[in-house]
Structure formats: C-alpha cells, structure tokens
Nanobody
Framework: QVQLVESGGGLVQPGGSLRLSCAAS????????MGWFRQAPGKQRELVAT???????NYVDSVKGRFHISRDNAKNTVSLKMISMRPEDTAVYYC??????????????WGQGTQVTVSS
C-alpha cells in the first residue's frame, strides 16, 4: 500500500508562482511513474505532467514552458514548480503514482488533492 500526501497549494495572483510537493510512503519500491492531475470547476480531470523513474517527462500543452515536474526517487517525492500562473490554472491538483500490481497489470494511487487558486 502507498500513501500520497500533497502540499503547497494555495492562493496566488496571476503571474505568480507556486510549488507543489507530493510525498509517497509505504511500498514505494513498486512505483514506476508519478505525476500530477488537476480538475477545474466544471471540467474533466486532466493530466498535467508525468515523470518516470528514468526522469522522462510529459506535459499537457497548456503548461509547457511554465510548469516543471521533478522527482527524487531516494526521497520518494515528486514536485511541480508552477510559474507565470494564470486563472485557468485554478483547480484541485492531485498527485498520482502508477505501480506494478501483478505480473500483468498496473495499479494507481491518488493523493487527496490540494486546491490551487489563481486570482487577483
């Protein structure tokens, strides 16, 4: 079992920055990919960024050049640095981890979510 705990959310003005962190605990050795999702009011949850164990990353187009995901495998943490934030970045952000469930499938863990609000 893995527990994911997010931190760093809050209120920021347009153009400002925030850094989200996610700490994983438990059976973390089984985790291969970690990432961040977000869900804005009235919208479907979307993938924001992912990072694999080897450091390869993926971002949704709307955050490329503004958000940066990083991972510390030794510390079992993943972070999301967000700059030049826009009101449309307002959402609940969720930490996610993919793990090997058995020989033929993966499973997923989710954090509880942290609110990010971009407003003046």
């Amino acid at each position: 079992q893995v527990q994911l705990v997010e931190s760093g959310g809050g209120l920021v003005q347009p153009g400002g920055s925030l850094r989200l962190s996610c700490a994983a605990s438990g059976s973390t050795s089984s985790i291969n990919v970690m990432g961040w999702f977000r869900q804005a009011p009235g919208k479907q949850r979307e993938l924001v960024a992912t990072i694999s164990s080897d450091g390869s990353t993926n971002y949704v187009d709307s955050v490329k050049g503004r958000f940066h995901i990083s991972r510390d495998n030794a510390k079992n943490t993943v972070s999301l640095k967000m700059i030049s934030m826009r009101p449309e970045d307002t959402a609940v952000y969720y930490c996610n981890a993919r793990y090997v469930r058995d020989a033929n499938s993966w499973g997923y863990y989710w954090g509880q979510g942290t609110q990010v609000t971009v407003s003046s």
